[in-house]
Nanobody, 115 residues
Framework: QVLLVQSGGGLVQPGGSLRLSCAASGSIFDFNAMGWFRQAPGKQRELVAAIQSAGSTNYGDSVKGRFTITGDFANKKVYLQMNSLKPEDTAVYYC?????????WGQGTQVTVSS
């Protein structure tokens, strides 16, 4: 059984920074990609950032230039550095890992950007 355990998140003022972490356990096979999604109240879950095992990354348009994803595929960890946070970044953030045809999700963590 693969488990993704998230840490980080919380309340931050606009313009502030937060770092999210996600660590996988229970998997003996490598991941093809890892990433972060978010879901705000009343909205669909959307891609925030993703990183492939070869190193390529992609970002949602709303976070480009502010967020940075890094991955440690050897240890099955992924991080999201979020800078210049805006109130519209408020959401529950989920980490994600792809292993062949399978997809795994973290438990979600709340990020609230408010003064």
């Amino acid at each position: 059984q693969v488990l993704l355990v998230q840490s980080g998140g919380g309340l931050v003022q606009p313009g502030g920074s937060l770092r999210l972490s996600c660590a996988a356990s229970g998997s003996i096979f490598d991941f093809n990609a890892m990433g972060w999604f978010r879901q705000a109240p009343g909205k669909q879950r959307e891609l925030v950032a993703a990183i492939q095992s070869a190193g390529s990354t992609n970002y949602g348009d709303s976070v480009k230039g502010r967020f940075t994803i890094t991955g440690d595929f050897a240890n099955k960890k992924v991080y999201l550095q979020m800078n210049s946070l805006k109130p519209e970044d408020t959401a529950v953030y989920y980490c994600n890992a792809v292993q062949g045809l399978r997809m795994y999700w973290g438990q979600g963590t709340q990020v609230t950007v408010s003064s």
